[in-house]
């Protein structure tokens, strides 16, 4: 490094050790200048993984005298990087190439020294699994390309490539895709850091010279369904195990992964009418100790209607998966999907739905109602950072409150009259009578 950056005594700033130097073709430097001929400069650049630098000839046109080429010259120099400091120092610094740091960022981020930035917790498994896969696709592209070496030019060479990539005639990465892929892109190359914690090749993106295009809210694929649509799935449930799922997702707004994950006598209040977030199903079947998010543990109320379904349901059961298996074991969305619902929204003629359809559903539910925003948030398991929201946080732990508005807001939909088992119902007035004995 002292080959290219100095610090003089007295000084603690550190300086760029060449000037670079300007001349013009058969004269030499103890010639007079001429300014009817052309002047060049001559400087060094450092290339990443190399000991030699490279020399660089930039033509600087005609010039009046010899400051005057040398004020264009460091101008190019500037440009080029070997003025800038940290730019040396990236250069200079023992090659890292993108993917052998991508391979230690996720191994960082598997063993848990690398954590959610705003959160400081460990990051998802579902998450690493998008970002494995995410840099997957960034090796086939800039696999042996050195850190050092990626800037916005790189990137922006990059995105357009993801852009004209097709599959099938369509193109082949969303919007939304192709935004998250840069983003892994970036946090790969900040990743490199210095023992003083330090980007070693910080970057300034410039994302309208990139072209990243900007994700609309507005034309994501977003699919909801309609009152009908969900009657008619509900009506068409081969099993009441498919049926009582549609109802509560639809009913409760509840994430699929943590509907399959609720065991009954622990997640489900003994009358029906609490669901309480505590876990939730994990990729590859595994049970996950925390849902998605900290405001994902929360207790879904049920109106009574909806309650009533799921306590003749669950009839004599005492513990088990509220939806299981025939061997005991949590369901598997897929399996849930295909069995229950693909053919009956095939029928329907709708394409591209999937259980998030349900909870935007309820959202959607609850939005038109005259329900508080703060229980909206709660139920729906969101981050309400408002104000009032942390003024009236005590609200969401009344329990008499919440299932006062779960009753008025109702499930927007009408179950069908289906056939009720006889034990569920025997079991359901058994427990109404006996809390109608202690009231009185």
């Not at 550190?14 to 058969?26: A, C, D, M, N, S």
């Not at 430097?29 to 400087?43: H, I, K, L, M, N």
């Not at 507005?218 to 049926?243: D, N, V």
Request: aromatic share 8%; hydrophobic share 40%; with cysteine.
């Amino acid at each position: 490094m002292s080959r290219r950056i100095i610090v003089a005594a007295g000084n603690t700033k550190p300086e760029i050790r060449q000037r670079g130097y300007v001349y013009q073709k058969g004269r030499k430097q103890s010639d007079p200048w001429v300014p009817t001929e052309r002047a060049y400069g001559f400087f060094r650049v450092d290339v990443p993984g190399q000991t030699k630098q490279v020399e660089v000839r930039s033509p600087l046109g005609f010039c009046r005298d010899k400051m005057s080429a040398m004020l264009r010259l460091h101008q190019a120099m500037q440009e080029a990087g070997v003025l800038d400091v940290e730019k040396i120092r990236e250069r200079i610094t023992p090659v890292a190439t993108f993917e052998s740091q991508a391979a230690w960022w996720l191994e960082e981020i598997k063993a848990g020294r690398i954590v959610n930035k705003k959160t400081r917790k460990l990051i998802r498994p579902r998450t690493i699994d998008a970002y494995s896969t995410a840099v997957r696709y960034l090796n086939g592209v800039v696999r042996d390309t050195p850190l050092a070496s990626l800037d916005n030019p790189e990137a922006k060479e990059l995105v357009a490539r993801m852009k004209a990539e097709t599959a099938d005639g369509e193109p082949r990465f969303s919007e939304k895709t192709i935004s998250n892929y840069f983003k892994v892109f970036t946090q790969v190359i900040a990743s490199a850091k210095d023992e003083k914690a330090k980007q070693v090749f910080p970057r300034e993106w410039d994302l309208a010279y990139i072209t990243l295009p900007m994700v609309s809210q507005r034309e994501q694929h977003r699919p909801t369904l309609e009152p009908e649509e969900l009657e008619t799935i509900l009506s068409k449930c081969k099993r009441s195990i498919y049926r009582v799922a549609a109802a509560l997702l639809a009913g409760t707004g509840i994430r699929i992964s943590e509907l399959l994950a609720l065991e009954i006598g622990k997640h489900i209040s003994a009358d029906s009418t609490v669901l309480s977030i505590r876990q939730q199903r994990g990729k590859w079947g595994d049970i996950e100790s925390a849902p998605k998010t900290e405001a994902g543990f929360r207790d879904i109320d049920l109106c009574p209607e909806l309650a009533k379904m799921l306590r003749s349901y669950i009839g004599d059961r005492k513990s088990g998966f509220l939806f299981e298996s025939e061997t005991g074991k949590m369901l598997s969305p897929a399996n849930l999907w295909r069995d229950g619902f693909a053919a009956i929204v095939r029928e329907m003629g709708r394409e591209g739905v999937r259980f998030h359809a349900f909870r935007r559903f309820r959202e959607a539910v609850l939005q038109a109602s005259e329900c508080r925003e703060l229980l909206i948030d709660y139920w729906m398991g969101h981050s309400n950072t408002g104000m009032g929201g942390r003024y009236a946080k005590q609200l969401v732990g009344n329990r008499k409150f919440r299932g006062e508005w779960a009753e008025k807001v109702g499930l927007g939909f009408e179950i069908p009259k289906a056939v009720i088992s006889e034990p569920g119902l025997i079991a359901l007035r058994a427990l109404q009578n006996k809390e109608g004995v202690v009231a009185a």
